[in-house]
């Protein structure tokens, strides 16, 4: 509505407000003695103000309007793009892509361990008497680390050995006999088979005697007891040396008690089997936990061992990856304590899937021969899990993203056509556009994206010198406006 307009409508109704009738109080006395009244006076300044909010009001809509319909019709009908003056082109640069070998990873963060980890505990009761090795040392398997006092073990190796002298001397033996060792040449059983065997003969003969009435029925039952009686302590011989012969090995079995206590006041390294790697059969002591002179008890933990130079990273993978990692498989490892990645290869995979983080663990063999790592540290990995001889990838500088939307500008023959693109592999330099596919050779926009959308025109700066005014004029246009929020150029 025109300004004119608005102020007549105003004036006239205003003009058909009814002023009341004037009170004494509604007089507002003047120097020269005379009087004017107020009300009147309040209303020729409320009428001037509704005419001013009137005016600024027409004014702002009328803006607004021409403003926005201007605008629209800019934006319906834009020009063909051969109508269009270089002038009125945004000047970009581009760059065409590059297609590169690229090696495609799975990264993921774990910590290092030792490639098996031993605490040696003391398996007998005794004061520590002697330390062979400290913190740090590189000891073979077999060799003795500590010792504690022999003496207690000694004395009951003694008393064990003794009792077993005593029960062979006792029944004869030689050697501790065995189980399956014939018992009927020891002098009793011998001798109790030999009366048994005499008073069988001295029967057979009253029986034939009785035949003639050489012997009389009494002695004949004399000798058939005889015999029984004889028979039976042979038996009882023979079990008693069979009781011997058990007692012999029970007494050697606590001698063999005795000796392993004897030989386990030396504390040694173990023998590790789980390697198959010659490198890696020794030990390094990573914590020694007594001193001389302390008293141990059995269970008490003595010293902590790590083997070998090789490592074990344990490594959480996302269940996505879990049929392209395979055992094998090459892996490249970086930590804050080396600046030369590490090689490794993947050992081992977890079968199954922690619920809780939806993750599986795999194992990585370290080689760590320079002793540059160690258990403990924090490693970030990538396996190698394929990778691709003719890889599409743009420099850094042509990839724009905003609000988490990738995407790239392609120059087809003077217009910008927008691509929303998924990323691959990325470096300092370029990035891996994964899919879609670009077409082959073709020339991205590098510079100026921001400013960009599907179907603009565009001119590629070709001459630093001809192109300088343009640029110079676009970069202070960029530098005046504030930056989109989440867009990188």
């Given at each position: 509505?025109?300004?004119?307009?608005?102020?007549?409508?105003?004036?006239?109704?205003?003009?058909?407000?009814?002023?009341?009738?004037?009170?004494?109080?509604?007089?507002?006395?003047?120097?020269?003695?005379?009087?004017?009244?107020?009300?009147?006076?309040?209303?020729?300044?409320?009428?001037?103000?509704?005419?001013?909010?009137?005016?600024?009001?027409?004014?702002?809509?009328?803006?607004?309007?021409?403003?926005?319909?201007?605008?629209?019709?800019?934006?319906?009908?834009?020009?063909?793009?051969?109508?269009?003056?270089?002038?009125?082109?945004?000047?970009?640069?581009?760059?065409?892509?590059?297609?590169r070998p690229v090696e495609?990873?799975?990264?993921?963060?774990?910590?290092?361990?030792?490639?098996?980890?031993?605490?040696?505990?003391?398996?007998?009761?005794?004061?520590?008497?002697?330390?062979?090795?400290?913190?740090?040392?590189?000891?073979?398997?077999?060799?003795?680390?500590?010792?504690?006092?022999?003496?207690?073990?000694?004395?009951?190796?003694?008393?064990?050995?003794?009792?077993?002298?005593?029960?062979?001397?006792?029944?004869?033996?030689?050697?501790?006999?065995?189980?399956?060792?014939?018992?009927?040449?020891?002098?009793?059983?011998?001798?109790?088979?030999?009366?048994?065997?005499?008073?069988?003969?001295?029967?057979?003969?009253?029986?034939?005697?009785?035949?003639?009435?050489?012997?009389?029925?009494?002695?004949?039952?004399?000798?058939?007891?005889?015999?029984?009686?004889?028979?039976?302590?042979?038996?009882?011989?023979?079990?008693?040396?069979?009781?011997?012969?058990?007692?012999?090995?029970?007494?050697?079995?606590?001698?063999?008690?005795?000796?392993?206590?004897?030989?386990?006041?030396s504390i040694r390294a173990?023998?590790?089997?789980?390697?198959?790697?010659?490198?890696?059969?020794?030990?390094?002591?990573?914590?020694?936990?007594?001193?001389?002179?302390?008293?141990?008890?059995?269970?008490?933990?003595?010293?902590?061992?790590?083997?070998?130079?090789?490592?074990?990273?344990?490594?959480?993978?996302?269940?996505?990856?879990?049929?392209?990692?395979?055992?094998?498989?090459?892996?490249?490892?970086?930590?804050?304590?080396?600046?030369?990645?590490?090689?490794?290869?993947?050992?081992?995979?977890?079968?199954?899937?922690?619920?809780?983080?939806?993750?599986?663990?795999?194992?990585?063999?370290?080689?760590?021969?320079a002793l540059a790592l160690?258990?403990?540290?924090?490693?970030?990995?990538?396996?190698?899990?394929?990778?691709?001889?003719?890889?599409?990838?743009?420099?850094?500088?042509?990839?724009?993203?905003?609000?988490?939307?990738?995407?790239?500008?392609?120059?087809?023959?003077?217009?910008?056509?927008?691509?929303?693109?998924?990323?691959?592999?990325?470096?300092?330099?370029?990035?891996?556009?994964?899919?879609?596919?670009?077409?082959?050779?073709?020339?991205?926009?590098?510079?100026?994206?921001?400013?960009?959308?599907?179907?603009?025109?565009?001119?590629?700066?070709?001459?630093?010198?001809?192109?300088?005014?343009?640029?110079?004029?676009?970069?202070?246009?960029?530098?005046?406006?504030?930056?989109?929020?989440?867009?990188?150029?």
């Open positions: 509505m025109p300004s004119n307009l608005i102020e007549r409508e105003f004036s006239k109704q205003l003009s058909q407000v009814h002023e009341p009738e004037l009170l004494e109080s509604d007089v507002e006395p003047l120097p020269n003695g005379n009087a004017r009244p107020a009300t009147k006076t309040r209303l020729s300044w409320l009428r001037l103000g509704l005419l001013c909010i009137g005016l600024f009001g027409s004014f702002a809509l009328g803006w607004w309007l021409a403003t926005h319909q201007s605008q629209q019709h800019e934006r319906i009908s834009l020009p063909p793009s051969d109508m269009i003056n270089d002038s009125d082109k945004f000047i970009v640069t581009s760059t065409s892509v590059r297609y495609r990873f799975v990264e993921a963060v774990g910590t290092l361990h030792a490639f098996e980890e031993v605490t040696l505990s003391a398996k007998q009761e005794g004061r520590v008497l002697k330390i062979h090795y400290d913190l740090s040392s590189v000891v073979k398997p077999g060799e003795i680390l500590l010792e504690l006092d022999p003496t207690d073990a000694k004395l009951a190796y003694d008393q064990a050995e003794r009792a077993v002298q005593t029960e062979l001397a006792k029944w004869g033996f030689k050697d501790v006999p065995t189980e399956s060792e014939d018992l009927q040449k020891l002098p009793t059983v011998v001798s109790a088979r030999l009366k048994a065997e005499l008073a069988q003969s001295r029967l057979q003969r009253m029986i034939l005697l009785k035949a003639t009435n050489a012997v009389s029925a009494e002695d004949l039952e004399q000798a058939k007891s005889d015999t029984l009686v004889q028979e039976s302590e042979w038996q009882n011989q023979l079990l008693t040396a069979n009781s011997a012969a058990a007692t012999a090995r029970l007494r050697n079995a606590e001698l063999a008690i005795a000796n392993q206590r004897l030989q386990d006041i173990p023998i590790p089997s789980a390697t198959t790697n010659a490198n890696d059969g020794f030990y390094t002591i990573s914590e020694r936990l007594v001193s001389e002179g302390t008293l141990v008890r059995s269970g008490t933990d003595v010293f902590t061992l790590v083997m070998g130079r090789t490592l074990k990273l344990k490594l959480s993978v996302p269940e996505s990856y879990n049929g392209q990692v395979r055992v094998g498989q090459s892996v490249s490892i970086t930590t804050g304590a080396s600046e030369t990645p590490s090689k490794g290869t993947v050992a081992r995979i977890s079968p199954v899937i922690d619920r809780s983080t939806r993750t599986f663990l795999v194992e990585v063999d370290v080689p760590n021969e160690k258990p403990g540290g924090f490693a970030k990995a990538k396996i190698l899990i394929g990778s691709d001889d003719r890889a599409t990838t743009i420099p850094l500088s042509g990839l724009y993203s905003f609000a988490g939307i990738n995407k790239v500008f392609i120059d087809e023959n003077g217009i910008a056509r927008e691509i929303k693109v998924t990323l691959g592999e990325q470096t300092r330099e370029w990035v891996e556009i994964a899919s879609p596919k670009l077409p082959e050779n073709a020339s991205v926009v590098t510079s100026g994206q921001r400013f960009l959308s599907d179907g603009v025109a565009i001119a590629v700066r070709a001459d630093e010198a001809t192109s300088a005014p343009k640029r110079e004029k676009q970069e202070k246009q960029e530098k005046q406006e504030q930056p989109l929020v989440g867009g990188t150029r």
